[in-house]
């Protein structure tokens, strides 16, 4: 099926450890994304990227990095996650103009 | 930078009974807006969006939303729900290549 696709879908991580979220979209979309939704906070965005070869930063993206490592895939790295990190992550990607985003089913992160 | 609002956090309706889903946003400069669903445990699926002509859009399964550019409004209505309709309801607007969401509404149809 043409989507997104993310993995993990679950993950449990000990303070300090690192891991990396992967993502991939198979819609020839050029602009990627990271969100982290939190009850009561909606979602924040963490590190966007508008085409290959570039990436920025969102709202949230102390404690994080990321790759575009080409047009398909963008993957999301904690380098020592912390109990703040705790949330659920998407991945998005959009076509070029304002079309909107197709999400993946998301990445349920807990660190304890 | 553009706010979305959300008002209502949580909604509940019962099942048949109309529903609207309130969304504000802060500027009225050359904005798309957009309604997305969130069913438990899933990603988010897009509704519905406003990106030019008619300021009355659809969705296939019965839910509209009508923009409002005096307002800067974008609420969602659906004349009769359906337990099927439980979930969590985002607004969002895009903005000069930015995407900027609310803080969602859960609502719950009750039997």
């Known amino acids: 099926n043409a989507g997104v696709t993310q993995t993990p879908k679950f993950q449990v991580l000990k303070t300090g450890q690192s891991m990396t979220l992967q993502c991939a979209q198979d819609?020839?979309?050029?602009?990627m994304y990271w969100y982290r939704q939190d009850p009561g906070m909606g979602l924040r965005l963490i590190y966007y990227s508008a085409s290959e070869g570039t990436t920025d930063k969102g709202e949230v993206p102390n404690g994080y990095n990321v790759s575009r490592l080409n047009k398909r895939e963008f993957s999301l790295r904690l380098e020592s996650a912390a109990p703040s990190q705790t949330s659920v992550y998407f991945c998005?990607?959009?076509?070029?103009?304002?079309?909107?985003?197709?999400f993946g089913s998301g990445t349920r992160l807990t660190v304890v | 930078a553009q706010s979305v609002t959300q008002l209502d956090s949580q909604v509940p309706v019962f099942e048949e009974a109309p529903v609207e889903l309130r969304c504000n946003y802060s500027s009225s400069v050359s904005v798309y807006l957009f309604w997305y669903v969130q069913y438990p445990n899933q990603g988010l699926q897009l509704l519905l969006k406003y990106l030019s002509g008619s300021t009355l859009v659809e969705s296939i399964n019965g839910f509209e939303a009508e923009f409002n550019k005096s307002q800067t409004s974008f609420h969602l209505r659906k004349p009769s729900v359906h337990i099927s309709d439980t979930a969590e309801y985002f607004c969002?607007?895009?903005?000069?290549?930015?995407?900027?969401f609310g803080t969602g509404t859960s609502l719950t149809v009750i039997p």
């Open positions: 819609m020839n979309h050029n602009s």
């Open positions: 998005a990607s959009s076509p070029a103009g304002h079309y909107g985003y197709t």
């Open positions: 969002a607007v895009s903005e000069r290549s930015q995407f900027y």
